[in-house]
């Protein structure tokens, strides 16, 4: 079976590939596929659906595959490993959408290949299920990221820490998989021409317009670090955390990759870590802009020959395009943080107003999806204000002055109540996927083999801005429910 796959990536220098093919599995089926993924895609949905255990399990592959693991660098948790890569992993080529856009397909826990390190290049199903909706909760909620486009559990138990688990593998699609640590990978190695290989392929796929500008590379950075930018106050407006934002985990098409011990704010807590590895909080919520800057800083480093022939003109020139970096997530996560209060119009108080709130949040340690949704309850019905301080009890003298403050300020706002609460809706998620009842679902489906509860949580987080007939999915944790800590699978 043919898919119409396009093979641009093995056209760049075979330093950043190797081509290898995903390993054979015992018994492989389709136990959740995407189909308004695969019809976006252009592919007859059901035809695929249909061959998808054999075609992403490696037992019998697209016609017009070509597999191949691409190569990467990355610091990980400040430290630099030179060699990284697809160690689990298989790209078997690029698809273009019905808009002409290109696409890779990519497999996630098909197998060894050169890039293993001694692992084993398998996936346990709990988190490929994760990672399959996650990813479609973000898309849902309006914030680029790679999107899954089937789970196959592959009939073979792998082995973890926790004993053998069933193994699965994740075929998901990306607007590419270029990274930080592709660059950091060539750059490690003194290819000059492999770089500019790079940074050719870079701009054409992702950035076309920088083409055209007087030093391309300089461009390439701006434009990355915009889109990151954007894409870092999103995470912050639903409360996301990574986890893991190593370089090799940041594309530079500035979408969500790699969902690992990913999660999302229950209470709100600027410090909150959820990744069992990172015992120093490299990676906390409030961290994110920083790191991202950091992990930038890190592709401009790879840049410097192509910027300017002068290394110190060069880095002023890199470093005139981060500095603003986190003042500029800041700008961006007020404007969501407006229409999250409410408001149409700028005044220079707001900033101020935000933080209040976010503070009376933090010591209370209050809901924060919860707190932010029922604002715009509270614009249609005043009572709701009682509900509202009950979220946030540490304070209470506290909260009773920021909703005067924030009723004072909507005076002064143009918008009326119908078109002012339809605008806080817009932005503010009734549904995410909470921690809780993602580390439910997955353990129902791991342990016993039950989706139901997957199926579910799958179909409410699919309509983040509704609210759902079943409050399960409103509801916060109870403090025994409270998932603290949340793991990888590799």
Known sequence: MKLRLEHSWAQLPPLMHTAVAPLPVAAPQCIVFNNALATQLGLDARAVEAHAAQLFSGNALPDDAQPLAMAYAGHQFGGFSPQLGDGRAHLLGELRDLQGQRHDLHLKGSGRTPYSRGGDGRAALGPMLREYVISVAMYALGIPTTRS??????????????????????????????????????????????????????????????????????????????????????????????????????????????????????????????????????YAFGNQSLLAQWNLARFAETLLPFIASD???????????????????????????????????REEGDAALVRQLLSLMQQSAADYTLTLRSLADLVADPEAGLRLQSMLPADPHGTA?????????????????????????????????????????????????????????????????????????TTPPAPQERVRRTFCGT
């Open 149 to 282: 486009l089937a789970v196959i559990s592959t009939g073979e138990a792998v082995l973890r820490e926790d004993g053998p688990l069933p193994g699965a593998i994740l075929v998901r699609t990306a607007a590419s998989h270029l990274r930080v640590g592709s660059f950091q990978f060539a750059a490690s190695r003194g290819d000059g021409p492999a770089l500019r290989a790079l940074i050719d392929y870079t701009i054409t796929r992702h950035y076309p317009d920088a083409a055209h500008a007087e030093v391309p590379a300089l461009a390439l950075l701006q434009q990355v670090t915009e889109r990151q930018a954007q894409l870092i106050a999103q995470w912050l407006r639903v409360g996301f955390v990574h986890g893991v934002m190593n370089t090799d985990n940041m594309a530079l098409s500035g979408e969500t990759i790699d969902y690992g011990p990913c999660a999302f704010l229950d209470e709100y807590d600027a410090r909150k870590v959820f990744s069992s590895i990172d015992h120093q909080g490299r």
């Open 401 to 473: 002055a920021w909703l005067a403050a924030w009723r004072v300020r909507l005076q002064r706002d143009p918008l009326d109540t119908t078109a002012r609460r339809s605008q806080m809706h817009s932005m503010s998620p009734a549904v995410i996927p909470r921690n809780h009842l993602v580390e439910a679902a997955l353990s129902q489906a791991s342990l016993h083999g039950d989706l139901q509860p997957f199926e579910a949580l799958l179909a409410a987080v699919q309509r983040p801005y509704d609210e759902p007939a079943d409050s399960l999915f």
């Open 311 to 345: 290394e110190r003109k060069a880095e002023q020139l890199a470093l005139d395009v981060l500095d603003p970096f986190i003042a500029r997530v800041d700008d961006l996560y007020l404007q969501t943080m407006r229409v999250r209060l409410g408001l149409a119009s």
